[in-house]
């Protein structure tokens, strides 16, 4: 199987360590998402989004990160990441659809603060226009241009922030509960939740966590498995890692200001 990915996109992190976890080898293409490797045409007939990641297995094209998770647990791992039990796998399931929102809060985050950051100072305004005009879904091209010219004062920060919120509540709940938000065992929840919560990690952000204790405890944990190691921590360079938390925690102040105001 051939896995087309950014080495340090979220979406992709959470395939990888899957793929990790279950034990499967598999070929790699990696896409320079910056450049715009993911609008090419000949991957745009992949993945027609233009977005990472893909999987490929013995022809059929397997896009969305939860779904491809899904499909290498049911077809090489008799489905044994996915809890037992109707309400357990329910629950499971429920939390691979709320990815969606996640994934997108967490974009929203990335955009609005670092990821601003690096477009403004590496690239021209009409070099950033002509990147955005790529984006072959119009509403996510409307987003990144509204995060570009608002910053932390966009609209979708507040949506973003609603949704995290939320998120970090249910997990400390389920964390409360047993040891994984999959429950008592390891699972398929948590593989899909580590690349997002280790994403405002990485941005400086981790005092979005300060009221759900578990939260912090649980990165811990799965920040140690081996998984972790090959397929995260081993494979983003450290400078850039350190790139994006300074520019990042830069922001941590007007960022925690909303939060708190939000959580008031
Ligand atoms: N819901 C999709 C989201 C995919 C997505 O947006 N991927 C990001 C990286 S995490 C991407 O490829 N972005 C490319 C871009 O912004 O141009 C999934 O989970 O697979």
Redesign the pocket.
């Known amino acids: 199987m051939k896995l087309y990915h950014?080495i340090s996109?979220?979406?992709?992190i959470k395939v990888r360590l899957g793929l990790a976890e279950i034990g499967l080898g598999y070929d790699e293409e990696v896409l320079d998402?910056p450049s715009g490797d993911?609008h090419d045409p000949a991957y745009l007939k992949l993945n027609p989004d233009?977005?990472?990641?893909t999987l490929v297995d013995a022809g059929l094209v397997v896009?969305?990160?939860?779904l491809i998770l899904e499909y290498l647990d049911r077809e090489y791992n008799d489905s044994r990441l996915m809890p037992r039990g109707r309400a357990a796998e329910v629950a499971a399931r429920h939390w691979l659809l709320r990815?969606?929102a996640i994934?997108a809060a967490i974009?929203t985050l990335t955009f609005s603060t670092a990821g601003r950051d690096n477009a403004l100072a590496s690239q021209t305004a009409e070099q950033i226009e002509a990147r955005l005009a790529k984006?072959p879904d119009p509403w996510?091209r409307m987003k990144r241009r509204d995060l570009f010219e608002h910053g932390l004062e966009s609209g979708y920060v507040g949506q973003a922030l609603m949704h995290l919120s939320r998120m970090l509540g249910d997990m400390q709940a389920a964390l409360d509960r047993g040891d994984w938000v999959s429950g008592p065992d390891f699972g398929i929840v948590d593989i899909a939740l580590l690349s997002y919560v280790d994403r405002l990690e990485r941005l400086g952000f981790e005092g979005l966590w300060a009221g759900a204790p578990r939260v912090g405890d649980w990165l811990a944990a799965m920040q140690a498995r081996p998984s972790y190691a090959a397929e995260v921590g081993g494979r983003i360079e450290p400078k850039a890692a350190e790139g994006m938390r300074a520019a990042g925690a830069a922001h941590w102040p007007a960022l925690e200001r909303r939060w708190r105001a939000m959580n008031r």
Not at 63 to 66: A, G, P
């Open positions: 950014g996109s979220v979406c992709s998402l993911q233009g977005v990472v990641p896009t969305e990160s939860s990815c969606l994934h974009n984006m996510m």
